[in-house]
């Protein structure tokens, strides 16, 4: 008879379900899009072999990119980068025309590794 009358009155301990703490980060600055190895500007554009060349662009300087004058590599001599926000990384790199034994056209351009990532191809002329 008292139990319906006392139930209501008796303390009821409810678990509080536990919510998963998110670590909140932000989002990075740099995409994929602005990782891509980029040449601007090649000096001089035509020259024998052994001419030293100067390479300036984006993202490629202390990356593991190698120069490449049509399929023959060539040594970097000296690279230079400046991380620049929102931009990327300002690179310069100086390096010399492999031995053709051909004259004419070639592509300029940048590789790493065997099969991974191209710049975008400049033309360098051997005379």
């Known amino acids: 008879f008292l139990l319906p009358v006392i139930f209501p009155l008796l303390p009821v301990a409810v678990d509080q379900p536990v ?3 998110l670590d909140v980060a932000p989002a990075p ?3 994929a899009a602005v990782d891509e190895p980029e040449i601007w500007i ?3 554009t035509e020259g ?3 001419t030293p060349v100067v390479l300036v662009g984006l993202n ?3 990356e593991g990119y190698a120069p490449r ?3 023959t590599p060539s040594i970097p001599l000296f690279q230079f980068g400046l ?3 929102f931009l990327g990384k300002a690179s310069l790199m100086v390096t010399t025309a492999p031995p053709a034994i051909f004259t004419g056209d ?3 351009y940048l590789k790493k590794g065997l099969f991974g990532r191209e710049s975008n191809r400049l033309t360098f002329t051997y005379l």
Do not use: M, R, T
Request: hydrophobic share 60%.
């Open 19 to 21: 919510l998963p703490q």
């Open 29 to 31: 600055l740099v995409n």
């Open 42 to 44: 090649a000096f001089p």
């Open 48 to 50: 024998q072999a052994l």
């Open 60 to 62: 490629f300087a202390d």
């Open 69 to 71: 004058f049509g399929i």
């Open 83 to 85: 991380d620049l926000p």
């Open 106 to 108: 070639v592509d300029l």
